[in-house]
């Protein structure tokens, strides 16, 4: 029971600092102090600061990918719906986990179209990103490609930019998507509308 207790502890030291002042200028010292315990015992439980990023990430990755898994299987949504729902569950769990958002998603980050990342945290973010290329890629029914990625990028792109701008709000998650769900929804409507004016261009060209 001590060794579970002092492994949380590490790992709730770990989530505050890395919160509180990034990953990278977090040394496994520091943690152990926070923790309550020798530097060299976090190395009982977890072989390096690597390994700690892996421990708090998984579990809240893994639960956001089933929530994402089951939008892409439910038969009742169109893809525009689907689409529309993946947007707004991926930004609720970035705001609902904003202090960690940066460690989540962009700690020991690699690019998103590569197809085997040696970390499993990031083959774990790609197949969540990959979720939302693929409806993406029904949507504007469009095959494997460029093209495909390019939109993807932007898309993101969107996704990230509307995340990162209430990252230190201080209002709270659910007033932040009552007030804005319908802004959020016209801002990607209008990006899969340019999306599409784009390809309808392109296939004028051919």
Do not use: W
């Not at 769990?93 to 499993?120: G, H, Q, T, W």
């Amino acid at each position: 029971m001590r060794s579970e207790e002092t492994k949380r502890s590490i790992i709730a030291a770990a989530e505050k600092l890395f919160g509180e002042r990034g990953y990278e200028s977090v040394t496994i010292r520091e943690i152990a102090k926070e923790a309550g315990c020798s530097h060299t015992a976090i190395y009982i439980y977890f072989q390096d600061k690597e390994a700690l990023l892996h421990a708090l990430s998984m579990q809240p990755l893994q639960q956001l990918k089933v929530k994402l898994d089951a939008l892409v299987v439910d038969g009742f949504l169109t893809s525009d719906e689907k689409l529309q729902r993946l947007s707004e569950q991926f930004i609720r769990f970035c705001l609902e986990n904003r202090s960690m958002y940066a460690i989540l998603f962009e700690v020991k980050s690699v690019r998103v179209d590569e197809a085997e990342p040696e970390l499993e945290i990031n083959r774990m973010r790609n197949q969540m990103l990959n979720i939302i290329v693929q409806v993406l890629k029904t949507n504007l029914n469009l095959t494997e490609g460029e093209q495909l990625l390019s939109f993807s990028r932007i898309y993101f792109y969107m996704l990230r930019g509307i995340v990162g701008t209430y990252t230190l709000s201080e209002e709270t998650v659910d007033s932040i998507m009552t007030r804005l769900s319908n802004t959020f929804h016209v801002a990607f409507e209008s990006l899969l509308l340019g999306f599409n004016a784009q390809l309808q261009e392109s296939r004028k060209k051919q």
